[in-house]
């Protein structure tokens, strides 16, 4: 089975690149002799995580345990085997007995908060999991401060079942140079070991301190005090993590495969039959120094023989391919295949329930099914 013999739209993983952005991230860990514990939220898929898990850092065994985003990510990982999860989303009461249940097969998933009522309930429960208390270094989103007494507090409700501390630096996704996703690094790490010290210091027991984004793993000067990282959407790429400077254009594992379905040569514009739920309505890139629309356009063999042809509009399943004015309209007849750059990989691929796998060519050599809801 070819590409062009495909249905579409549908998602394109190039085995060669992904692997080659799991090496990346594993040397770029290994250095700082802490774990990678790789996020699946993106890839959603056992086929990726094996890979992920699979490689070895400095001559160490495969990295361990993963982060998931959904219950029903733990449930299906679980299903295949991988048992140390961290469910990296704040719990609620409601969920616990799935944690359980999960648990009660012989895996560990551990699970998130930065609530004292919700760290009582958990240490109530029948059947409790391991917790992290999550901690806000600069994101503004879930976690508590570094120092807020509420730290403490938390701490001596779950007793036994603290396991440490974990925090996410999203905010990073607003630097724009390698000095400021620096800056970003070393926040997030100080605020996570700082969490950690007034844990110890009050007599907790602290053995996880957790943190993790893309930016911030590949550019950490110093993980002192850092005991395992986190990071998913390096696996694939996107566009806005290219122009952030986190890997370059060409380390995009993931693409969009869509037919042409209409042609509108004098007003430079085709149609594809990707548009907002194949492609998502994420804009990150309009937050760049290039805007790259819903996504960029390559021909079917992953080349950029468009020049700068983006999906100007999404709407439902059509999306309208602003052509590049520099060059002649492209020859694609109604029918032809094209590829598209994401702008966001993890919402890109949300809509789609498998992976079709090529090795750098256009001949599919696998196809990977993914888990998706909640």
Known sequence: MRLADLPTPCLVLDRPTLQRNIETMARAVARHGVALRPHMKTAKSIDVARLALARSAGGRAGQGGITVSTLAEAEYFVGHGISDILYAVGITPQKLDQVAKLNTTGAEVMVITDDAMMATAIAGHPMPPRVLI???????????????????????????????????????????????????????????????ERLLAAGHACPIVSIGSSPTALAATSLAGITELRAGVYMFGDLFQAEIGTHSHDDIALTVLASVIGRRPSQGLMLVDAGAIALSKDRSTEATANDQGFGALLDINGRRSFGRAIIRKA???HGVVELDP?????????????????????????????????????????????????
């Open 315 to 317: 709407y439902q399943e």
């Open 134 to 196: 999550e901690i806000d270094t600069g994101e503004t989103r879930g976690g508590l401060l570094p120092d807020e007494p509420a730290l403490v507090e938390i701490a001596a409700r779950l007793g036994p079942l603290l396991a440490g501390v974990m925090t996410h630096a999203g905010h990073s996704y607003a630097g724009r140079s390698h000095t400021e996703m620096q800056r970003i690094a070393e926040q997030e790490r100080a605020g996570a070991v700082r969490a950690a």
């Open 326 to 374: 520099n060059l002649p309209p492209p020859n694609l007849p109604v029918g032809s295949k094209l590829r598209i750059l994401p702008n966001h990989s993890c919402l890109t691929a949300a809509a789609h329930d498998s992976y079709f796998v090529v090795d750098g060519a256009d001949t599919v050599a696998a196809v990977w099914p993914r888990v998706n809801g909640w």
